[in-house]
């Protein structure tokens, strides 16, 4: 058999392009030329081996580098990689009130990048997606990422790609580390405090660690760019494109005065109805005509721009040497996680309130009414606990003259969510406390009438503006829902592998395996909340399903030539799995591999892959839900569609919208659920590339890695925004099918605004398709003044669109107008980031001398173009043309493409305006210095985001004014101690 010295593989190593953000890389330390490395095995194999570089890039992040990054976190720390698209983290708060963290490798949705610890599956949400809040980093010892698909060795989820995370293993003596930081602005404070312990020897070894986390709130009021729904238009805005709610603290409510019947409000300063006392008309004086160029909400300064969160973990770990060939371990991990949400207070549309309600100064009933008490914001209190306990048996046998190795292992996870809402209310005591009232004999206002009073029952004063709204009244409507989540996984794994024969160029190593798997989840809303009973929160029915899995599996490596002219090595890996699920039958995915090693300095590898995705519980068991995304009416009269376009204004007309239509409400109520019928995804992953490390240039390696993925059969939804333009602007019938509009006015007042808009979950014939170019230059040098580190990752992305690539205006295999390639542009509204950006990359120096440490980082992220149609609209609607100017390009035009009604022609319209903004491209700076003392302790200061670079302004962007993807504004400053025993 074959054996490399370990200077060599650390070489090889060096070049495998391992690096990726701000100081992410792996370092290594040269042994003796000569010296037996033992096999391991790599992210993506299987099969044990000698050299470290396969055929697939991996990145290799080691418990040094995560230190350096600063952060407290492994999902912050993987937001930043050069490879994650958009992704959730606690800068999510309407649209994450789980308070969850999730890797999205390459940006193709984070249930397709699969995650697994120490080799094995992690629990996942009902969505498929782990939240990696539920793995301390306290237990971390390494991460490795594969950046190819992988379904042929793990399974459902790794089609895009695999975060391996590896835990503290040899472990001996004690640490115990503290960490403290805030941004300049006094206010996002973090801490967080370690301890582990451990002890090892020749027999085995035992590891307990612990650790404690807090997250303190950034508000919205904090940063200006967050105060108002747009940064730069008014903050009361809530005509078509603002976003100030048109729920307010002073109502609407449509009514007849004299002659003039409209949708009155409030006057701010006015006293309106006063609590106790029956309000007579002459208070209608007190009220106005609701002005949406003025009287909007401002929503934004209550909402949390960051969530608090604190996090308590425990991890256990131990392996012990049972016999000379036999080793059994075994591992435990407690995480406790709590965290908040908060958004401004609870907005109610669609009421009712009586001609006798002792608070109406109109006199008449009023349908459709709103109203927001602002005396407390909603808040989501969010009570995560997750178990995980694995236990495995490893080893190596003799058999016919060749020697195998093997493991059987067993890993039990479950996660219980618990969330407590508050700031909601009864839907019908709500209606009670609006209908008939009056005024007692003892001067106290009742419900109902004076011979049938409704028991307990509060009127409830709408007509008083902020401080019409007693203590009382809040006692009788509210509710606090109470939702419980839970996700639980069994798994059952083994393998054997050995060198099968030899071969001229080395020997044929296989592995052989089998897993079974059980997945089940349930999710149980409020009983409140299923029978709708919660006014204005998104009605949820419960969650409940799960299936059962069998795999079988076999990978093989094949060393085609060795030691031969322009070959020093070329070598073939073979891989397949058989996937039988109980839900909806089997299906079997491979996977081919090659790497050609023409010269010792120069690696050329490929690789081709089929995966699969199988749907999760959520996709196939959800029950319909409601939700509130934000979008703009294309029938709206100021819509830049409808301004613009005829045929847009012809569709309108027929689907009954009044041509004087002005969108009151800037959020659509949709309609979400699963749907069991669902099929798995199909993909194919192809990677090219070459790993370069020049002999006359020691210590310096070159990676750069080409990829395409393409996924079909995609299980998604369609935005609401998608949805109303499909139909509206470009005419497709089958979604114009899926909307529903309220023409009587009953939901807040205005005939005519979409009151269903249905988005299940489906299965495209299509799907996604991404191609990038992934590059990594690594550089060490030593000097006199000590040691060297130069680290420069960069990924690009060629296309992010529909699989095949049409152009834009194409008509794609769903039987959709394409969008073309979205590749540098803003995705719009959406909560957890919407970047599509070209280029990101993560250029880092790092320096080390004796007992002192340095390393500065820029983190590049490139421009984006977003659609500022709104923006146009906002600025007609208030007469301001001078507002337009916040878009770098208000004049820019493209064609548009419709069908031609009742075909599938595609019609083209030439040079319609089609606004857009341009988001500059951005560079963030850290800089860290660290100190180790005499006496073992290590001390870390350290600065992210040193020159304070805010994030540009994206106009599309969900709940404020920058896309959650970009850093949160401010410079954050921390600083760490470790010391060791």
């Given at each position: 058999m074959q054996r490399h010295s370990l200077a060599k593989s650390v070489k090889l190593a060096l070049t495998l392009g391992a690096a990726s953000s701000a100081l992410l890389g792996?370092?290594?330390?040269?042994?003796?030329?000569?010296?037996?490395?033992?096999?391991?095995?790599?992210?993506?194999?299987?099969?044990?081996?000698?050299?470290?570089?396969?055929?697939?890039?991996?990145?290799?992040?080691?418990?040094?580098?995560?230190?350096?990054?600063?952060?407290?976190?492994?999902?912050?720390?993987?937001?930043?990689?050069?490879?994650?698209?958009?992704?959730?983290?606690?800068?999510?708060?309407?649209?994450?009130?789980?308070?969850?963290?999730?890797?999205?490798?390459?940006?193709?949705?984070?249930?397709?990048?699969?995650?697994?610890?120490?080799?094995?599956?992690?629990?996942?949400?009902?969505?498929?997606?782990?939240?990696?809040?539920?793995?301390?980093?306290?237990?971390?010892?390494?991460?490795?990422?594969?950046?190819?698909?992988?379904?042929?060795?793990?399974?459902?989820?790794?089609?895009?790609?695999?975060?391996?995370?590896?835990?503290?293993?040899?472990?001996?003596?004690?640490?115990?580390?503290?960490?403290?930081?805030?941004?300049?602005?006094?206010?996002?404070?973090?801490?967080?405090?370690?301890?582990?312990?451990?002890?090892?020897?020749?027999?085995?070894?035992?590891?307990?660690?612990?650790?404690?986390?807090?997250?303190?709130?950034?508000?919205?009021?904090?940063?200006?760019?967050?105060?108002?729904?747009?940064?730069?238009?008014?903050?009361?805005v809530s005509a078509s494109g603002g976003r100030a709610s048109p729920t307010t603290p002073y109502g609407q409510f449509r009514a007849t005065v004299g002659d003039v019947t409209g949708s009155y409000t409030l006057t701010p300063g006015k006293a309106g109805c006063v609590p106790g006392q029956e309000c007579s008309s002459e208070r209608v004086a007190d009220f106005h005509i609701y002005d949406p160029n003025t009287d909007g909400y401002n929503f934004a300064p209550v909402n949390y721009l960051l969530q608090p969160q604190e996090s308590r973990s425990l991890y256990a770990q131990g392996h012990y040497e049972l016999a000379d060939n036999v080793r059994a371990t075994a591992e435990a991990v407690y995480v406790n996680r709590t965290s908040e949400a908060q958004l401004a207070a609870q907005p109610l549309g669609g009421l009712a309130i009586s001609a006798d309600h002792v608070y109406n100064p109109f006199d008449q009933n009023i349908v459709g009414g709103s109203f927001r008490?602002?005396?407390?914001?909603?808040?989501?209190?969010?009570?995560?606990?997750?178990?995980?306990?694995?236990?495995?048996?490893?080893?190596?046998?003799?058999?016919?003259?060749?020697?195998?190795?093997w493991d059987v292992g067993y890993g039990f996870a479950e996660n219980k969510y618990v969330q407590l809402k508050n700031g909601f209310f009864n839907r019908t005591n709500f209606a009670n406390a609006l209908g008939a009232s009056f005024?007692?004999?003892?001067?106290?206002?009742?419900?109902?009438?004076?011979?049938?009073?409704?028991?307990?029952?509060?009127?409830?004063?709408?007509?008083?503006?902020?401080?019409?709204?007693?203590?009382?009244?809040?006692?009788?409507?509210?509710?606090?829902?109470?939702?419980?989540?839970?996700?639980?996984?069994?798994?059952?794994?083994?393998?054997?592998?050995?060198?099968?024969?030899?071969?001229?160029?080395?020997?044929?190593?296989?592995?052989?395996?089998?897993?079974?798997?059980?997945?089940?989840?349930?999710?149980?809303?409020?009983?409140?909340?299923?029978?709708?009973?919660?006014?204005?929160?998104?009605?949820?029915?419960?969650?409940?399903?799960?299936?059962?899995?069998?795999?079988?599996?076999?990978?093989?490596?094949?060393?085609?030539?060795?030691?031969?002219?322009?070959?020093?090595?070329?070598?073939?890996?073979?891989?397949?799995?058989?996937?039988?699920?109980?839900?909806?039958?089997?299906?079997?995915?491979?996977?081919?591999?090659?790497?050609?090693?023409?010269?010792?300095?120069?690696?050329?590898?490929?690789?081709?892959?089929?995966?699969?995705?199988?749907?999760?519980?959520?996709?196939?068991?959800?029950?319909?839900?409601?939700?509130?995304?934000?979008?703009?009416?294309?029938?709206?009269?100021?819509?830049?569609?409808?301004?613009?376009?005829?045929?847009?204004?012809?569709?309108?007309?027929?689907?009954?919208?009044?041509?004087?239509?002005?969108?009151k409400d800037p959020q659509f109520r949709a309609k979400v659920g699963g749907n069991p019928e669902l099929q798995p995804e199909e993909a194919t992953t192809t990677v090219f590339g070459f790993v370069y490390s020049p002999h006359f240039v020691e210590n310096m390696g070159i990676s750069v890695d080409w990829y395409n993925i393409e996924v079909e059969n995609f299980i998604g939804t369609r935005t609401a925004q998608y949805i109303a333009n499909a139909c509206y602007v470009t005419g497709i019938q089958s979604y114009c099918d899926q909307i529903q509009r309220d023409f009587s006015g009953s939901l807040n007042g205005?005939?005519?605004?979409?009151?269903?808009?249905?988005?299940?979950?489906?299965?495209?014939?299509?799907?996604?398709?991404?191609?990038?170019?992934?590059?990594?230059?690594?550089?060490?040098?030593?000097?006199?003044?000590?040691?060297?580190?130069?680290?420069?990752d960069t990924a690009i992305m060629l296309y992010m669109g529909d699989v095949g690539q049409p152009n834009r205006g194409d008509v794609n295999t769903d039987g959709d107008i394409s969008e073309g390639n979205l590749v540098g542009k803003l995705a719009p509204g959406q909560s957890g980031g919407g970047s599509r950006n070209k280029t990101k990359s993560n250029l880092s120096l790092s320096w080390k001398y004796d007992d002192w440490s340095a390393s500065i980082s820029a983190q590049y992220v490139s421009s984006l173009t977003e659609n500022c149609a709104n923006i146009v609209t906002a600025s007609t609607r208030l007469g301001m043309p001078e507002l337009a100017d916040l878009c770098s390009d208000k004049d820019h035009k493209q064609d548009n493409f419709a069908f031609k009604p009742g075909t599938t022609e595609v019609v083209v319209t030439k040079d319609q305006l089609a606004p857009e903004n341009k988001l500059g491209s951005v560079v963030y700076y850290d800089m860290q210095v660290g100190w180790t003392s005499p006496w073992d302790s290590q001390f870390t200061l350290g600065v992210r985001n040193l020159f304070d670079k805010e994030p540009p302004y994206a106009y599309s962007a969900f709940a404020n004014t920058y896309d959650p993807s970009y850093r949160l504004p401010g410079r954050y400053a921390y600083i760490s101690m470790t010391q060791r025993f």
């Open positions: 792996f370092q290594a330390t040269a042994q003796e030329e000569g010296a037996v490395v033992e096999k391991i095995s790599v992210t993506g194999s299987r099969i044990k081996r000698t050299d470290m570089e396969t055929a697939q890039p991996v990145l290799l992040i080691t418990a040094e580098d995560l230190s350096r990054t600063g952060l407290t976190s492994i999902g912050e720390i993987m937001k930043e990689i050069a490879t994650n698209g958009a992704s959730l983290g606690l800068q999510t708060n309407n649209g994450n009130t789980a308070g969850n963290m999730t890797v999205d490798l390459r940006d193709c949705g984070s249930n397709r990048t699969l995650v697994l610890v120490n080799g094995r599956r992690w629990v996942t949400e009902l969505s498929g997606e782990v939240d990696l809040t539920t793995i301390p980093l306290a237990a971390i010892e390494q991460v490795e990422v594969l950046k190819d698909g992988a379904s042929s060795i793990y399974g459902t989820d790794a089609i895009c790609g695999v975060v391996n995370i590896s835990t503290k293993k040899d472990f001996q003596g004690a640490e115990l580390s503290a960490y403290v930081g805030e941004y300049d602005e006094g206010d996002g404070r973090k801490e967080s405090y370690s301890f582990s312990v451990g002890t090892s020897n020749d027999k085995g070894s035992v590891l307990f660690a612990a650790n404690y986390t807090k997250q303190e709130q950034v508000m919205g009021a904090d940063r200006e760019i967050s105060s108002v729904p747009i940064f730069g238009l008014p903050a009361n008490p602002i005396v407390a914001p909603r808040s989501f209190a969010a009570d995560s606990t997750t178990w995980r306990f694995g236990a495995a048996l490893e080893g190596e046998f003799e058999l016919a003259n060749r020697e195998f190795n005024i007692d004999v003892n001067g106290d206002a009742k419900c109902g009438t004076p011979d049938a009073v409704v028991a307990g029952c509060v009127p409830f004063n709408v007509f008083g503006g902020p401080d019409g709204v007693t203590a009382d009244m809040l006692d009788y409507v509210t509710v606090a829902p109470r939702n419980l989540a839970q996700s639980k996984m069994h798994n059952y794994t083994a393998n054997i592998g050995t060198e099968l024969f030899e071969l001229p160029a080395g020997p044929v190593a296989a592995v052989v395996g089998y897993e079974y798997r059980r997945e089940s989840g349930f999710t149980n809303p409020d009983p409140l909340t299923v029978a709708g009973q919660v006014l204005g929160d998104n009605a949820a029915t419960p969650t409940q399903g799960g299936f059962s899995l069998e795999e079988f599996y076999g990978e093989m490596v094949i060393p085609v030539l060795a030691d031969q002219p322009f070959a020093e090595s070329l070598e073939l890996s073979l891989s397949t799995r058989y996937s039988d699920y109980s839900n909806f039958g089997d299906t079997t995915n491979s996977s081919y591999k090659l790497s050609y090693r023409p010269i010792e300095e120069l690696l050329i590898r490929a690789s081709y892959g089929e995966g699969f995705r199988a749907p999760s519980i959520q996709e196939l068991y959800q029950g319909q839900n409601d939700s509130r995304p934000s979008a703009t009416d294309p029938c709206s009269i100021a819509s830049v569609p409808y301004t613009q376009n005829a045929d847009v204004r012809s569709r309108c007309a027929s689907a009954g919208v009044a041509t004087d239509f002005q969108q205005n005939p005519g605004e979409i009151s269903e808009l249905l988005s299940l979950t489906q299965n495209f014939v299509g799907g996604l398709e991404r191609e990038g170019v992934d590059i990594n230059v690594d550089y060490r040098f030593s000097t006199e003044v000590g040691d060297f580190r130069v680290n420069w």
